[in-house]
């Protein structure tokens, strides 16, 4: 027979009280907590003359065996949590919330004082739940459950004033191994109050204990600064990892947040991260990983290989500090080393087999293949170059290694089967089509087809004028093209579409320097250009070019060396070893001409100006 409804219901209310009502006669004595379940006695003969049943043969218990403690859940009580239970479920929460609290209050138990929380929360009142938490822990203060709940309703109804006490309690009573999960939890929870300078101040209070002590101060004093930092308190946050890492010089935690803010606006923040670095010789890996990664996000590459030639020297055994190490030596045209440390890389990747990581090796094995490939074509192996790009499997990067077959075809003089190879890929969304295009267009100016390349991006233009990518392409080929006014007018466009668009800028500041025109407006843009990416040495080097030519040679060297000596560039290489000729350090010139030519052979404005030079190294 199918139950009905409402007897369903009483039937699913009555499993929970029989469950509620076993775990507390397992719980109720706290001097025994481990002590069995209370016996329940024979029933008595329901009627005249009725014999109870027999007994069934019991063994005999050891002497030592504890004697089992009544429950204090009485029939009423049973009938109470009953009753509540199935009001709660028949639409009343009010009633049934109050019903479950009082048999809560009245048997001392934390699983009913958690239901009746629960009961509050589903009928979305807050205050209620609230009142259940504390009546909890009036009811048993040494309740941690009760302590944390009462500190989550009260994030949630945001009465951030009232945690502080509660929340040094808790920290109080977290061992030293789970103190880091804890403070990520407190930032993650309280930077979601309203009041985020109120939300800092409650956590420093409520963290003031720890603060001092060189066994918590360091993490301690990193949550205040992460509060600080999501407040808007930079400065703050600074002084308050600058105070973590002089209390406690071994925890990552200070070191961790300065990571965070360096920035050429923040000039101390950067020596926390190297103190660390430097004075730890067990030093976390992960910070030293993300710590070169902040560096190239800054253009950096130099110390960026710095540190990971430090960590791999020190930890060989990590393949992801190789994977960068390589990308950042392919980039810089060190390309035996490079190979070396993508191959290590892709052996180290395959011998670990944690599923946990799997698809993170997966992306940094095709990076590496992706890497090797553009290794072996740049010395002409065209075979090995196919090799390495065959080994990519991932569907996801069926675009990436496909693009790149195009060119290693374009390279072999075949760009009709290249251009048929990008324009057979898949169109899954709108940025795959622009990508699929901006390739091609790619492959025709490698080709050195300027015309063709000039006036696809003109269509596409047409149909979307205001799309920056393609202005800023266009000005380019058309600059090939010798069209200068129209590469002018694409790119003011462009500054005017995109104001902050740095290598705008540039490219215009560059061409009248490189023209030997208007000189001053090239300085004034070049330098917008510096001030919005003050790090990239491209930009640098247009720096260097336009003192050259107002005739600030010692200004030029200055600013070229660094720029160089940050990115070995061929093209940067020209313009260094011209201006160091220019001055009569002929054989520095030479050697600077010989480095670039060992990078890039047939970079055009190396091979220019060494032709124009007459000079053959």
């Known amino acids: 027979m199918i139950p009905s409804p409402r007897r369903h219901r009483l039937a699913a209310a009555a499993s929970l009280v029989l469950l509620a009502c076993a775990v507390h006669a397992q719980t109720s004595d706290p001097a025994a907590p481990n002590s069995p379940a209370p016996i329940i ?98 009811t048993l203060p040494n309740s941690r459950d009760a302590r944390r709940i009462e500190l989550q309703i009260l994030i949630a109804l945001n009465r951030i004033g009232e945690t502080a006490e509660l929340l040094r309690a808790e920290v109080a009573a977290t061992s030293q191994v789970e103190r880091p999960m804890l403070m990520a939890v407190i930032v993650r929870n309280y930077s979601r109050s309203t009041d985020k300078k109120l939300a800092a101040s409650v956590v420093e209070r409520a963290l003031a204990d720890e603060l001092n002590k060189p066994a ?45 803010m360096i920035d050429p606006s923040q000039p101390l923040a950067e020596p926390i991260v190297t103190r660390y670095l430097a004075n730890n010789p067990k030093a976390s890996p992960d910070l030293r990983v993300a710590y070169a990664r902040v560096l190239v996000e800054n253009r950096r590459f130099a110390d960026s290989s ?37 191959k290590r890389y892709v052996e180290l990747a395959a011998s670990q087999k944690d599923q946990k990581d799997a698809d993170d090796r997966q992306r940094g094995t095709t990076q590496a293949y992706l890497l090797l490939s553009q290794l072996s074509e740049r010395r002409k192996d065209f075979t090995g170059a196919e ?50 295009f901006l390739a091609e267009v790619q492959l025709l100016r490698d080709a050195k087809q300027y015309q063709a390349a ?33 590469m002018e007018r694409l790119l003011r466009r462009l500054i005017e579409l995109k104001p902050e668009n740095q290598n705008a800028y540039n490219a215009l500041g560059y061409s009248f320097a490189d023209r030997k025109i208007r000189l001053d407006e090239a300085r004034t843009l070049i330098q917008k250009a510096v001030q919005l ?38 093209e940067i290489g020209a313009h260094f070893g011209e201006v160091l000729w220019t001055v009569g350090q002929k054989d520095r010139a030479v050697t600077i001409w010989k480095e670039a030519l060992l990078s890039d052979a047939e970079n055009e404005t190396l091979q220019e100006t060494l032709k124009r030079l007459r000079v053959k190294p």
């Open 216 to 260: 918590t101060g360091g993490l301690a004093w990193a949550t205040v600064g992460r509060m600080r930092l999501n407040a808007g308190d930079t400065t703050g946050a600074l002084d308050a990892a600058f105070k973590g890492q002089e209390i406690d010089p071994a925890s990552d935690a200070p070191a961790a947040l300065a990571l965070e």
């Open 306 to 342: 710095a540190q990971l030639q430090a960590l791999t020297s020190a930890r060989p055994e990590l393949a992801e500090p190789w994977l960068l190490l390589g990308s950042l030596q392919a980039q810089a045209r060190q390309d035996g080393a490079a190979e070396t440390s993508l």
């Open 41 to 138: 006695e024979r029933p008595t003969p329901s009627r005249p003359g009725a014999r109870p049943p027999a007994a069934a043969p019991v063994a005999a218990k050891p002497a030592s065996e504890p004697v089992a403690q009544p429950s204090a859940l009485t029939a009423e009580l049973f009938y109470e949590i009953l009753m509540g239970e199935m009001t709660t479920r028949s639409g009343d929460p009010g009633a049934g919330y109050a019903l479950v609290l009082d048999a809560a209050r009245r048997l001392r138990d934390g699983k009913l004082f958690q239901r009746a929380v629960e009961i509050a929360l589903q009928s979305r009142s807050g205050d209620a739940a609230l009142a259940a938490a504390r009546a909890w822990q009036e």
């Open 454 to 486: 000039y006036d696809m991006l003109a269509q596409a233009s047409a149909a979307a004028p205001n799309d920056t990518d393609l202005i800023y392409d266009q000005a380019m080929v058309a600059e090939k093209l010798n069209r200068l006014d129209e």
């Open 533 to 570: 990416a003050p790090q990239d040495p491209f930009i640098a080097d247009s720096l260097g070019w336009v003192e050259f030519r107002l005739g600030n040679t010692t200004e030029a060297i200055r600013i070229l060396e660094a720029a160089y000596k940050t990115r070995p560039d061929p």
């Open 387 to 436: 090799r390495w790009l065959a080994r990519v499997d991932s569907t996801d990067d069926l675009v990436v290694a496909q693009t790149r077959r195009a060119g290693l075809l374009a390279r072999q003089g075949k760009l009709p089967q290249a251009r048929e190879v990008l324009r057979g890929l898949p169109e899954r969304t709108p940025e795959d089509k622009k990508q699929k």
